[in-house]
Nanobody, 124 residues
Framework: QVQLVQSGGGLVQPGGSLRLSCAAS????????MGWYRQAPGKERELVAR???????SYADSVKGRFTISRGDVRSTVYLQMNSLKPEDTAVYYC??????????????????WGQGTQVTVSS
């Protein structure tokens, strides 16, 4: 069983910074990538940032230049450094991991796991 545990988040003033952390545990044999999504009230969940096993990163246009995704020394750990936060960044943020457990074979469909979510509120 794979479990993702998130930490960080909270209330910050506009222009401030926060750091989110996510640690995955379980019998993961291959990681395709890890990412951060967010969901604001009344809106659909959207991809914020993603990092592949090879270290390639991608960001939503709305956070480019302000957010940075990175991995820890443990390959199943990922961080999201959020700077210059804006009120529109307010949302519940979710960590995601795509990968494989058990025996891998070409063509096997990957699984996707989610963290418990953490609230980020940007307000004065």
């Amino acid at each position: 069983q794979v479990q993702l545990v998130q930490s960080g988040g909270g209330l910050v003033q506009p222009g401030g910074s926060l750091r989110l952390s996510c640690a995955a545990s379980g019998s993961i044999v291959i990681i395709n990538g890890m990412g951060w999504y967010r969901q604001a009230p009344g809106k659909e969940r959207e991809l914020v940032a993603r990092i592949t096993e090879g270290g390639r990163t991608s960001y939503a246009d709305s956070v480019k230049g302000r957010f940075t995704i990175s991995r820890g020394d443990v390959r199943s750990t990922v961080y999201l450094q959020m700077n210059s936060l804006k009120p529109e960044d307010t949302a519940v943020y979710y960590c995601n991991l795509e990968g494989y457990t058990g025996y891998y074979y070409p063509g096997k469909k990957y699984d996707s796991w989610w963290g418990q979510g953490t609230q980020v509120t940007v307000s004065s």
